[in-house]
């Protein structure tokens, strides 16, 4: 007979913020935005504003009564589904459910002929696509590095998404220079759906956008949220405080400044047009207080990101989170270890997605062996995240009783099926030290070499379709005739 | 007088701002040698802050205490300076330029270097090139410092220099340049005199560029 009334806890639980302490800083929050407020260097944002309850003044300061806020944040939709372009891979931002990918436009990528790093070009953004598209353990792309050898940099954007496009078939994050270069992605994404209400229905990436902490808007990130919210494009507004330098020192100060921020981007889209689907997000992290440095390897970056992935699930909202990346100049063991304790946090919080997976030397050089090595990782965390099972047939008490004092389970059917759901290593050693001798000595380093090697050579990632990869090259080649000097 | 030194030196590393100010004040109508308050009180206590930094005794939130008490002590001492000893402690112009909003990089170097006891002028963030050009006229800085964060708006800082050029004024200010996706590279291909990964770095390279 089947037992009721039993709460089973099958995966493990954690968190960091207690029900009280989430309605303590959604409070302080609101009265961040009621008497602080946020400026807004945007003209229809502050006519928005102007024309609601807020109040704007000093030219472009905006406080809104807590009412607005609350009335807004009622609006966005409690998840999103994404699909990659081709349809075969996709992921739900719905409660608890983790999935990890890329961070954006690092300036800088390791140079794999010659081991120095050098400015990000299409070739890396496609071949960090084609790992990614690759590498079973990462769900979301985003494109690693920024385009650099593109004919004007106000058009990288264009260029970057169509090297993703082509790289990668995953559901994608992606950024843009500012309005227009949004309105061009989007129309790139909506010709592999057929039309804007098609694509609505069925969107292939979330648009990343960033407050300037504390508490600044810039021309063109509202420009992003305007036209995110006029679409129903899926936007995440993150803010990335530096906590003791722009945001308090204090992780709850911290939390309650970009929980503020975002609630204004809520507000502010609620006002062009409710329903945006919204993402709350944040890189929150220390300033190293020696080397000034924004800090992607803290401690600090991992709680404070798992309090924010508290107070989101509280509020209904979907939650970007941060994980596998590190403070190292090269993948060494403190990479390693970064990387891992930021993966297990992020994971372990229940955060939809967790980005910045490879990030390097703060969130400047990019590695795509640093992919490789964290799929590694992220396979062991979502092992630990599947906990334990307590059903009869994992209690095993018929296979116990049948083997008996002294027997063996090896050459059992039980072994045999159960034996799978286990975590296998692809590149971790667990030979013995002979073996290990006689197979040539290889580290880590060699095997994770290797193995992006391989995977560079052997994966071609789905092609597109070749009418409609001229469409895309052609907003593409839009857009730089329109910015040409 | 000696004592007076000490104990600003003292203040300095405490990051007593009152107390350096007040003393730097009695020194000055005790009629003691501005140049000396400056050698000996001042620029002794600091670098004796900037040895502690380097060892890590001392952490960024200090440092930047101590440069807020040297600032104090210098807008009372930079009037009673010859002309000789205050471009010792010359004056700096420091501006995000047009399009980016980032400043928390620009504003740590700019606090850094009042601390070695530079007089700077910050313009602040998003600034027209034309503006920053007026602002280099107006205040004839030695040095000119320009942030960008973005790749988007790093070009602007080129933008800024050949601007400079055509004014006629390039060489009448050094230029230096900092933030994240910024390099020793991308400062010689625009024209820069130096580029600085970070604001101690900053402060070291402002020095030797009024020196040289």
Sequence with gaps: MPKINQTIQETPYFRVLSEDQIERIYSAALDVIQRTG????????????????????????VRVPLSLVEKAIKTHPRKINLTGRSGKHGIKLDRDTVNF????????????????RRR??????????????????????????????????????????????????????????????????????????????????????????????????DRSAVEKLLFSAEKGIPCMYTPCPSSGATAPASLAGMIVQSLAETLMASVLTYLKNPGMPLVMGGVTTVLDMLTTTYSYGSPELSLASAANTDVSKWLGLPMFSTGGCTDSKTLDEQAAIESATSLYYAFLSGANLVHDVGYMDSGVNASLESLVMNNEIIGMVKQIGKGINT?????????????????????????????????????????????????????????????????????????????????????????DERHAK | MTEK???????????????????????????????????????????????????CEMFIPEVLRSAKAMQGAMEKLRPKLSEASSSKAGTVVTATVQGDLHDIGKNLAGMMMEGSGFNVIDMGIDRKTEDIVNAVKENKPQILGLSALLTTTMPKMGEVINALKEAGIRDQVKVMIGGAPVTDDFAEEIGADAYAPNASIGTEKALELIKA
């Design chain 2, 5 to 55: 030194l000490g104990k600003i030196a003292d203040g300095l590393l405490s990051g007593n701002v009152e107390e350096v100010s007040n003393l730097t004040q009695e020194l000055l109508d005790d009629g003691t040698d501005p140049e000396e308050i400056l050698q000996k009180g001042l620029f002794a206590g600091m670098d004796v802050v900037s040895q502690k930094f380097k060892d």
């Design chain 1, 101 to 116: 990918g890329t961070g954006s436009d690092l300036p800088f990528t390791y140079d794999r002929q010659t081991g120095e």
């Design chain 1, 120 to 217: 990000t070009t299409y070739q890396d953004v496609y071949d960090a696509g084609r790992i990614l598209d690759y590498l079973p353990n990462l769900d979301f792309f985003m494109s690693h590095g920024i385009v650099q050898d593109c004919p004007n940099t106000q058009t990288y954007d264009r260029h970057q998404c169509l090297a993703m496009l082509e790289g990668c078939t995953k559901p994608m994050v992606l950024t843009s220079v500012d309005g227009e270069g949004l309105q061009d992605l989007w129309r790139m994404c909506s010709l592999f759906r057929g039309n804007e209400k098609e694509y609505r229905l069925n969107p292939m990436f979330i648009t990343y956008i960033e407050p300037i902490s504390p508490l600044m808007n």
């Design chain 1, 38 to 61: 946020a400026r807004f260097y945007h003209e229809e944002a502050l006519e928005l504003f102007r024309n609601s309850e807020a109040v704007v003044t000093d030219e472009n300061l």
């Design chain 1, 391 to 479: 059903e009869e047939e994992y209690l095993a008490l018929e296979l116990i009783d049948q083997i008996g004092p002294g027997g063996e389970f090896l050459t059992s059917e039980h072994t045999l099926v159960h034996y799978k759901e286990w975590f296998q290593p692809k590149l971790q050693d667990r030979s013995d030290y002979a073996t290990w001798v006689r197979e040539g000595q290889h580290t880590m380093a060699d095997r994770i070499q290797s193995e992006t090697d391989r995977i560079l050579k052997e994966h071609e990632p789905e092609p597109i379709d070749k009418e409609l990869h001229q469409e895309l090259k052609k907003i593409v080649q839009d857009a």
